[in-house]
């Protein structure tokens, strides 16, 4: 999602505009390509989600070093990164933010200190971040929030049947819309950005009769291939969106906006922006069960139904998310907890009444 600038001038982040003059000349360096016969800048492999998180946090760091007067533009930048300075940073971050926001900043900032002194030993940062994750607790936890996969797919499916109710073929459009992209996430749980970022013809494409989602290793979090086939049970409900609804929509823009094949559009008739997609979800998941399911919550939903309903198939899981076999074994487990306490309430109410718990 886009950043915003922090109103309060201790918490927010210098942009890459504000940075000192070398700090920035390093870190644009690093974003530099290779070619055949020069080896690329140190971050030019990196995803521009990554980037741009990086800058994010470093730009937390620097306003720091500002309001403690410790930012000397002509200093050099690995040189400000010391372990005492960074402790207190640490420590005056840890006044309102959450250990997963100290374990970002420390990310972040270790990424950006690796660019400013490349030479230098910063393995005392990753020791650092070490000690926060060990002691590390979930601000909102997560599980209390969940919902089974198959309830969110029904919630979309509602959706696009309710829409016919609807009174004008604009608002048709956009309840269908809504009810589509619940519908896909709840079987497609793709990240925000890669959702959002289905354009007709590019990632979204028609191969004979089948349609196919298709990313880029460049255009993944964790650069990989994401080619999977559009959901069977979405074809008839994609089809109709765009010979029915998404036309609606894209006649509502001005003649002067400029609008690609995106397949989210939005009330105006442009593409959706990332922020617009997040609102639709949470806002029809929190009318319908009482709680708001981000788009990234799907991915847990997703993961621990699968755990669940189907344990012998979780390898499918990091398949369907695209993480490591190692993310989805913490659904797992977290499923078989879930499975554990259930038997031993039974067994409980067993005993309570007297009877056996094989009875």
């Given at each position: 999602m886009t950043r915003i600038l922090h109103l309060d001038p201790d918490r927010r982040c210098k942009t890459l505009e504000e940075w000192p003059p070398d700090d920035r000349n390093l870190w644009q360096a690093a974003l530099v390509p290779g070619d055949v016969l020069e080896d690329g800048g140190a971050r030019a492999m990196h995803s521009e989600y990554s980037n741009r998180n990086a800058v994010y946090g470093y730009g937390r760091w620097l306003?720091?070093?500002?309001?403690?007067?410790?930012?000397?533009?002509?200093?050099?930048?690995?040189?400000r990164v010391t372990p005492v300075r960074v402790k207190t940073y640490?420590?005056?971050?840890?006044?309102?933010?959450?250990?997963?926001?100290?374990l970002n900043r420390l990310q972040e900032l270790r990424a950006v200190a690796g660019v400013m002194g490349p030479d230098r030993d910063w393995r005392w940062l990753n020791r650092?971040?070490?000690?926060?994750?060990?002691?590390?607790r979930p601000a909102r936890p997560k599980r209390s929030r969940l919902v089974p996969a198959g309830e969110l797919f029904a919630l979309g499916i509602a959706l696009m049947m309710a829409a016919e109710k609807e009174r004008t073929a604009w608002a048709r459009a956009l309840a269908y819309r809504d009810g589509l992209l619940i519908a896909l996430l709840a079987l497609r749980p793709l990240r925000l950005r890669n959702l959002t970022g289905?354009?007709?013809?590019?990632?979204?494409?028609c191969r004979g009769t089948r349609w196919w989602i298709e990313f880029s290793a460049a255009e993944t979090k964790g650069r990989e291939v994401i080619e999977v086939p559009w959901p069977a049970a979405l074809v008839e409900a994609l089809e109709t969106y765009l010979s029915r609804h998404r036309g609606v929509l894209s006649g509502f823009r001005s003649k002067s906006a400029c609008v690609n094949s995106a397949l989210w559009l939005s009330k105006a008739g442009l593409p959706m922006s990332r922020?617009?997609?997040y609102r639709c979800v949470t806002v029809h998941t929190r009318n319908h069960f009482g709680r708001a399911i981000n788009p990234h919550l799907f991915r847990d939903c997703a993961?621990?139904?699968?755990a669940i309903d189907d344990p012998k198939h979780i390898g499918v899981a990091s398949c369907l998310l695209g993480n490591a076999s190692a993310t989805t074994e913490k659904y797992y487990n977290q499923a078989r907890a879930i499975e554990a306490s259930r038997a031993i309430q039974n067994v409980l109410h067993a005993l309570r009444h007297g009877k056996t718990p094989d009875s």
């Open positions: 306003t720091w070093l500002d309001r403690q007067g410790l930012l000397d533009p002509t200093s050099v930048p690995a040189d640490i420590a005056d971050l840890e006044k309102h933010a959450s250990t997963q926001t100290l650092m971040y070490d000690r926060i994750r060990f002691r590390h289905l354009i007709l013809d590019h990632t979204l494409v922020e617009a997609v993961a621990t139904t699968i």
